[in-house]
């Protein structure tokens, strides 16, 4: 099973969505979970993972199918081999559950494959722990959708915002 996952902030709350679904071309999810924290930690720049795997973690821990891969709207590892909010996930999931990392810019000198998708010009940049990076960019570029981002990746990142707004 695939998820893909990500998180929205409302002052000082937090709301995760994650989107099941059992093969990476699927155009819709077979199953949507959403999980919200009440109070999330401050940002603090080079520790993003601390804001955001707490809620992470919660809404995979809602998943009653066990999860392969799961897809962030992230880095895995940054610069310097520095891990990132990937890395941190693939370790908290006890390295079982394989993390693929798309990013919509650069950052410094992170390793990524680049990526491109549909008609774009701009690159995604895909990371991965648990599998090569080649195989998880060759995942990505396999998912649904005519356009530089995944449908489900554009699909997860609406619905926390929405579910966001409902609290």
């Known amino acids: ?6 998180v929205h902030y409302h002052q000082h709350s937090g709301t995760a969505a994650c989107l099941l679904f059992p093969h990476i071309s ?10 919200s924290l009440t109070s999330t930690a ?8 601390k804001r955001e795997l707490p ?8 998943a009653a199918t066990p999860i392969n891969v799961a897809i962030i709207d992230s880095y895995v590892d940054l610069a310097d081999n520095k891990p990132g909010l990937g ?7 006890e390295e079982k559950t ?8 650069r950052f ?16 995604l940049f895909v990371t991965a722990a648990g599998l090569p990076q080649t195989e998880a960019a060759g995942l990505i570029k396999q998912m649904h959708g ?14 926390c915002r929405r579910a966001a707004k409902s609290l």
């Open 108 to 123: 410094r000198q992170a390793a990524a494959v680049e990526l491109l998708r549909g008609r774009s010009q701009s690159p």
């Open 87 to 93: 890395r941190y996930l693939y370790r908290a999931l």
């Open 26 to 35: 699927d155009p819709k999810p077979a199953e949507t979970i959403v999980a």
């Open 146 to 159: 005519p356009y530089r981002l995944p449908t489900l990746l554009k699909q997860v990142d609406s619905t």
């Open 98 to 105: 394989a993390v693929i990392g798309v990013a919509k810019s």
């Open 42 to 49: 401050a940002y603090v720049p080079g520790e993003f993972y």
């Open 1 to 6: 099973m695939f998820a893909c996952l990500d």
């Open 55 to 62: 809620i992470l973690l919660k809404v995979l821990s809602k």
